[in-house]
C-alpha cells in the first residue's frame, strides 16, 4: 500500500500521525483482550483458570539473596557472595583484605 503524503500540511499530517497512533493503540488492546480470553478458555479447558497458571512457584517466589559483602570504598555496591566473584572484591582480597573485612557484618553502619 503507498499513499501519497507530500499534498498534506504539517498539520494534517500531525492529525494524521495521531489518528493512526490511536488506532493501533485500539487494535493493540483489542488483540490483547481477545488473546486474554483466547488463554482463559484453553486454560477452563485444561482444569485450570489463567490466573491458577500464572501464579507464581514457590521457587519464584524466594526473596532474593542477602548481601554478605560490601566494597570497601562504596558500600552501596555489594555482592551476595554467590556466583562468580566481582572484579572490586578479587582486587580487594588482592591488595591484601581479607574476605572477613568485606562482610557487611564488618561494616560501619552510619
Given at each position: 500500500?503507498r ?6 500540511t ?15 493503540e485500539?487494535?493493540?488492546e483489542?488483540?490483547?483482550h ?9 486454560a ?14 514457590a521457587?519464584?517466589?524466594?526473596n532474593p539473596?542477602?548481601?554478605k ?7 552501596s555496591i555489594?555482592?551476595s557472595?554467590r556466583?562468580r566473584?566481582?572484579n572490586w572484591?578479587?582486587?580487594?582480597l ?5 574476605p572477613d573485612?568485606l562482610s557487611?557484618r564488618?561494616s560501619?553502619?552510619?
Amino acid at each position: 500500500m503507498r499513499i501519497d503524503l507530500s499534498d498534506l500540511t504539517r498539520q494534517e499530517l500531525i492529525r494524521l500521525q495521531r489518528h493512526v497512533y490511536k488506532t493501533i493503540e485500539a487494535l493493540t488492546e483489542k488483540s490483547r483482550h481477545d488473546a486474554l480470553i483466547e488463554l482463559e478458555a484453553h486454560a477452563n479447558d485444561l482444569g485450570f483458570s489463567l490466573k491458577q497458571l500464572l501464579k507464581k512457584s514457590a521457587a519464584e517466589k524466594l526473596n532474593p539473596l542477602n548481601v554478605k559483602y560490601a566494597h570497601p570504598e562504596d558500600p552501596s555496591i555489594t555482592w551476595s557472595g554467590r556466583g562468580r566473584k566481582p572484579n572490586w572484591f578479587l582486587e580487594a582480597l588482592a591488595s591484601g583484605k581479607t574476605p572477613d573485612s568485606l562482610s557487611v557484618r564488618n561494616s560501619v553502619q552510619f
